[in-house]
């Protein structure tokens, strides 16, 4: 039963077993990162996103450098301008900057969308790792609890919830992980299991490592690739999902503008403002694009196994 | 002296890859007579696999770009797909390594040992399943109206093994090629599906191609063998004087590098020094010359064509061919 | 042994819907506050007539009485009546989910069988230029919303039509209000939604099918029929589809829920009177048990569609076992 690794696992030091087998080889991030970065695609999507986000930050200074209007003041007598000089990308039915808007909107919409990745992946995480580190019957009862989650009808929920407690940012994004969770648990679990059975885990429980320190100083840094995978992919989606909640009404309420909810009277502008309709949802869609396809480049880049 | 069955003259065939052009098989020439059974031996990665493969133009991705591969007349290379398909699975059919993976799961194995029959001869449902019952029973299955209703998950490896051999037979191919037949399967069951191919090559006077890595299915199996290397043949004649007097200095270190039981005295065995050269980037000269214990200084220069050695032999070898024994340290 | 997993199954099942409903109730409960649904019809009501209201409908009760007596009507087939109109909830439901299956089948129907040839030209021509422009757009299928999809194409079909004199085609219901309803009628409403659920599915799995048909291609025993003397066409659609498509059935399954939930932002956009949209309505008004009788029936049909999912992989892979 004793092979060469079991061997070595006894001569080996603590401290050399903990930094040599802790986290996957250093070699491993070089080599990602080295795939990525030779998929321009890839690359471009993810600066796409970067310049996104940083426009998403700075926005105050955006919008008082560049298009000189506040997302919420209201101009009734420039309603519906056209796109022009003063309103590059013209005015709404209250005359508010629509460029403005959406700069803001993008704030609220990214922002809400890294917050619901954050939380899922935490909750995910956790209960993953638990269930895959402890087996047995916290195994069982955690697992068929992630199984109902995922089994409940996801977005007539979201509808549901969003409806029932009229939401702000932060628990929009809570009602979003919700149930994005239940999948990041059940990848960390499969990933943990595997991991468990490498003769690096069994060598630092031999030294004496508590669960805790177990966890997370020598699983998480084995689980991350997954995890990074899983929330590149998850970004695209979280925003489609939260701009229908926001077109429906139901998630950020005006006059907080994110990009679903500049759409939600889109109807009563096609026959003289279709512009108006055009900017947001060209917004969410190159957003989730671009998400989307770094999300992709990132799978491809950590889990060139997984490649299509 | 008969016609040959199939002749395959200086074929060639290349893959094109990232890294430069394969030339998995690079000028290879045999010929395969009736009702004999030929062995093809060689490392992996030597293009015994591709030879078979581009006789059947199955050799995608891979193209051939030279040669012909004469059967019964007509050279397969020239012939269309449409005609190609005649020429698959009714006059000459394929086996390979693992029969595991070899069936398609999901449809019934009768139906699967029955389809050439359907594809080829246009029977119908009914009558082709008889015919392929039957194949199933000669092939050493039992109950096989039975177990023509199981999927392959169904059966054991040599089972299955079976089940690919029968649905070979099943249309009376003048040829049966087995691409390492017994390979991924249990020593015993090895056994018994070398027994069979023997078996059916009496039974049914099918010319058999039996290529493989073990020297030791050759002995028992073929009365000619072709020893390949790096996509060249370096070693052709009768399997027994192969064996006795090996011509070519890669088949006398295959040869010492099995256990043999009919070793005159106790010699220690000794694999062979280094790697199979890179296919893209072959050495100049020989292709085995930076592996090989003989070598003279012609040997990194000119590259050795396969000329008679011997009274029924024939090898590529500057050295064998200058009338030197091989004989080991 | 297939009994038993079903049964197993069927168990599991029940503790979900239980699960669901219940907290479909809780999450009512506790945002309603003292809020009684109907109230906004009448504005005329005294406090002591909506204290009789609450009375009535039962809210004056602790939650857990209430969903006791829920249930207990669900198991005698009664699903009670909406607190808005007092119609019975399964008349709602029995009106809507006809118009939801017509839309959502419509769109499935089409999405499989675009997408089932535009995988498979996707993996026999893969790394072509066709193959390329496929994923492009499929990859841009992903990436659209749907509900700005459905404006868009509103915005073209209908207004952009219209105000040019050309045929156009309805944007809203499920068919015209006056003279309306037959069959061409109906399906001049069906296409602009359809158009939007099927194009989202179609990008999905023609994704999919690509790259299952890729790895199908790539197995031995696809060799073996070729080998065999197989055309083309007989190798890619007798042996490889079946097997690739066994995976496509589970994502199909999957989208069976999508009947009640997938559609319902497209069902408001388009004005489709389906399941969707009223138990979006029906939610905004707190009417409580047309909620919990949509959920009911959105549930069922997840844990269904997940059950027939696994059960048709067992017919269509012979390797699959129960147990």
């Given amino acids: ?308 | 002296m008969t016609q040959p069955l199939l002749e395959v003259n200086d074929l060639h065939t290349v893959f094109k890859t990232k890294d430069g052009v394969v030339k998995a098989v690079d000028g290879v020439s045999f010929e395969l007579n009736p009702g004999e059974t030929l062995g093809i031996v060689g490392e992996s990665g030597c293009g015994k696999s591709v030879t078979a493969l581009s006789i059947m133009r199955l050799q995608r991705p891979g193209r051939i770009v030279g040669g012909s591969v004469v059967f019964k007349g007509h050279d397969l290379t020239k012939n269309t797909e449409e005609e190609m398909r005649e020429v698959r699975g009714k006059e000459i059919a394929m086996i390979f390594q693992d029969p595991m993976t070899s069936l398609n799961p999901v449809y019934r194995t009768g139906w699967q040992v029955a389809e050439p029959l359907r594809l080829h001869h246009g029977w119908d449902a009914k009558r082709s399943m008889v015919s392929a019952i039957n194949m199933l029973g000669r092939v050493g299955i039992p109950s096989a109206a039975d177990r023509a209703r199981d999927y392959p998950h169904q059966f054991s490896g040599g089972m299955r093994q079976r089940v690919m051999i029968a649905m070979g037979l099943t249309t009376t191919p003048a040829v049966l090629i087995a691409d390492e037949p017994t390979t991924a399967l249990d020593v015993t069951i090895q056994a018994q599906i070398l027994d069979l191919l023997r078996h059916v090559n009496r039974e049914f006077g099918t010319a058999t191609m039996l290529i493989t890595h073990n020297l030791g299915v050759v002995a028992g199996m073929c009365q000619r063998v072709i020893v390949m290397y790096a996509g060249r043949i370096v070693e052709a004649g009768p399997t027994t004087d192969v064996f006795a007097h090996p011509k070519h200095p890669y088949t006398w270190s295959l040869l010492r590098s099995i256990p043999r039981l009919d070793a005159e005295r106790h010699e220690p065995l000794k694999p062979i020094e280094g790697l199979p050269p890179n296919l893209i980037d072959l050495p100049e000269g020989c292709a085995f010359h930076p592996r090989c214990s003989f070598r003279v200084e012609r040997c990194s220069r000119d590259t050795p064509r396969l000329q008679p050695v011997g009274d029924t032999q024939r090898a590529a070898c500057w050295v064998t061919q200058s009338g030197v024994e091989l004989k080991g340290a | 042994m297939l009994a038993k997993y079903v049964a197993r199954r069927f168990l599991a099942s029940i503790v979900v819907v239980l699960g669901v409903t219940a907290l479909t109730l809780a999450l009512m409960k506790t945002t309603s506050g003292s809020y009684v649904p109907g109230i906004d019809l009448n504005p005329a009501l005294r406090p002591e007539d909506i204290a009789r209201l609450r009375a009535d409908l039962g809210l004056d009760r602790p939650g857990w009485q209430w969903y006791a007596t829920w249930i207990w009507g669900v198991l005698h087939g009664d699903f009670g009546h909406s607190m808005i109109d007092g119609s019975t909830v399964w008349s709602h439901v029995a009106d809507r989910l006809p118009n939801t299956i017509e839309l959502t089948g419509t769109a499935i129907l089409i999405g499989v069988l675009i997408a089932i040839p535009v995988g498979v030209i996707g993996a026999l021509r893969h790394g072509t230029k066709t193959d390329h422009t496929m994923t492009v757009v499929s990859v841009a299928g992903f990436a659209v919303p749907q509900f700005w999809m459905g404006l868009i194409l509103i915005l073209v079909f209908s207004v952009t039509l219209e105000q040019h004199g050309l045929p156009w085609l309805p944007s809203s219901g499920a068919y015209s209000a006056v003279n309306g309803g037959d069959f061409f009628d109906r399906l001049e409403h069906l296409v602009l939604p359809a158009t939007v659920l099927s194009f989202f599915y179609i990008s999905t799995w023609s994704r999919f099918i690509r790259s299952s048909m890729l790895e199908v291609l790539s197995q031995d025993y696809i060799r073996t029929a070729r080998a065999k003397g197989m055309s083309e066409r007989r190798v890619v659609y007798l042996h490889g589809l079946r097997n690739a498509l066994i995976p496509l059935i589970t994502l199909i399954g999957l989208e069976l829920p999508g009947l009640v939930s997938g559609g319902l932002v497209v069902e408001v956009v388009f004005g489709w009177p389906g399941i969707g949209k009223l138990a979006f309505e029906r939610a905004l008004q707190y009417d409580y048990t047309t909620v919990m009788g949509v959920t009911f029936f959105a549930t069922l049909l997840v844990v269904a569609g997940n059950l027939l999912a696994d059960l048709l992989y067992g017919v269509l892979d012979p390797r699959i076992r129960y147990g």
């Avoid at chain 1, 005015?91 to 900057?97: A, F, I, K, N, V």
Wanted: without cysteine.
């Fill in chain 1, 1 to 308: 039963m004793i092979g060469p690794s079991r061997v070595a696992e006894l001569d080996m030091p603590g401290a050399a077993v903990e930094t040599a087998a802790g986290r996957p080889a250093q070699s491993y991030w070089n080599e990602s990162w080295e795939r990525l970065r030779h998929n321009p695609i890839g690359m471009a999507a993810g600066v796409l996103i970067l310049i996104f986000a940083v426009i998403a930050i700075l926005a105050p200074l955006f919008s008082a450098v560049l298009t000189h209007f506040q997302p919420q003041s209201i101009d009734l007598a420039a309603t519906f301008r056209p796109p022009g000089s003063t309103h590059m990308l013209g005015t709404d039915e209250l005359g508010r900057d629509t460029l403005t808007r959406l700069i803001w909107g993008g704030r609220v919409t990214l922002g809400i969308a890294f917050l619901t990745v954050g939380m899922a992946l935490t909750v995910g995480t956790t209960f993953g790792m638990a269930a895959g580190y402890y087996g047995g019957w916290i195994d069982d009862v955690l697992m068929r609890f992630v199984d109902t989650v995922l089994a409940i009808p996801a977005i007539f929920l979201f509808i549901l919830m969003s409806i029932l407690i009229h939401p702000n940012a932060i628990s929009l994004a809570a009602i979003i992980a919700s149930v994005g969770w239940g999948n990041v648990a059940r990848l960390v679990r499969g990933e943990v299991l595997s991991v468990k059975q490498r003769d690096f885990i069994l060598a630092t429980r031999s030294i004496g490592a508590r669960d805790f320190r177990m966890m997370f100083r020598h699983l998480l840094p084995n689980v991350l690739p997954v995890l990074i995978v899983a929330a590149s992919l998850g970004v695209g989606q979280i925003i489609l999902i939260e701009a229908a909640l926001d077109f429906l009404g139901l998630g950020i309420q005006p006059p907080t503008s994110s990009w679903g909810n500049m759409l939600t009277n889109a109807e009563s502008y096609f026959y003289h403002s279709a512009w108006l309709v055009y900017f947001p949802g060209i917004m969410i869609f190159v957003t989730v694009l671009a998400s989307n396809i770094f999300g992709n480049a990132i799978r491809d880049a950590f889990d060139p196994r997984l490649k299509t």
